[in-house]
T-cell receptor, first 114, second 116 residues
Framework: KAGVTQTPRYLIKTRGQQVTLSCSPI?????VSWYQQTPGQGLQFLFE???????NKGNFPGRFSGRQFSNSRSEMNVSTLELGDSALYLC?????????????FGPGTRLTVT | AQSVTQPDIHITVSEGASLELRCNYS??????LFWYVQSPGQGLQLLLK????DTLVQGIKGFEAEFKRSQSSFNLRKPSVHWSDAAEYFC??????????????WGLGTSLAVNP
């Protein structure tokens, strides 16, 4: 069974631009969560989707948004990028209970904002 | 609000030696507790989790963790470390009965190096 895939793996953007990251969960998994990982803050929860509905949201500004499609694939978007948005963005999928389930993480998208 | 602390930023052990990684949490009741490992170039992987019941939890790759309510701790242990265990280890805490407000709070991680 294929694992969680994330595209692109690396991205360099300029401050003020916007970016869209993609995540394909493990087949059969209906829950997708997104995290931001930085050395200083660690892993911080962004949002969680289940069956195309946002079920939970972390404490991030409205510039961060996401969505989930009927095939459970998910995208997250960051508008008006800031230097502090440079991070590793991780996607995780699970069967249904989201973060309290066993989550399967993708390799991440490394975003650098210059 | 719950919080989690991993006091050791970096630990180095010799291959074959025993290992204990510390995790302390702050929460008013018994939380849900998790240990994940992040190996270089790989995604995070769940090692074990504790919800209730037996306080000694067995996980994958020969790891175990013990929940100690009196010390608000959930330390990860392995009796004999292998070179392939070199990785970043994360402890995470969740509030039970959170319904759709389930959120994991993650520690900052402990980086483990293994000397041959």
């Amino acid at each position: 069974k294929a694992g969680v895939t994330q595209t692109p793996r690396y991205l360099i953007k300029t401050r003020g631009q916007q970016v869209t990251l993609s995540c394909s969960p493990i087949s059969g998994h209906r829950s997708v969560s997104w995290y931001q990982q930085t050395p200083g803050q660690g892993l911080q929860f962004l949002f969680e989707y289940f069956s195309e509905t946002q079920r939970n949201k972390g404490n991030f500004p409205g510039r961060f948004s996401g969505r989930q499609f009927s095939n459970s694939r998910s995208e997250m978007n960051v508008s008006t990028l800031e230097l502090g948005d440079s991070a590793l963005y991780l996607c995780a999928s699970s069967l249904g209970q989201g973060q309290y389930d066993e989550q399967y993480f993708g390799p991440g998208t490394r975003l650098t904002v210059t | 609000a719950q919080s989690v602390t991993q006091p050791d930023i970096h630990i180095t052990v010799s291959e074959g030696a025993s290992l204990e990684l510390r995790c302390n949490y702050s929460y008013g009741a018994t939380p849900y507790l998790f240990w994940y490992v992040q190996s270089p170039g790989q995604g995070l992987q769940l090692l074990l989790k504790y919800f209730s019941g037996d306080t000694l939890v067995q996980g994958i790759k020969g790891f175990e963790a013990e929940f100690k309510r009196s010390q608000s701790s959930f330390n990860l242990r392995k009796p004999s470390v292998h070179w392939s265990d070199a990785a970043e280890y994360f402890c995470a805490v969740g509030a039970p009965h959170a319904g759709n407000n389930r959120k994991l709070i993650w520690g900052l991680g402990t980086s483990l190096a293994v000397n041959p």
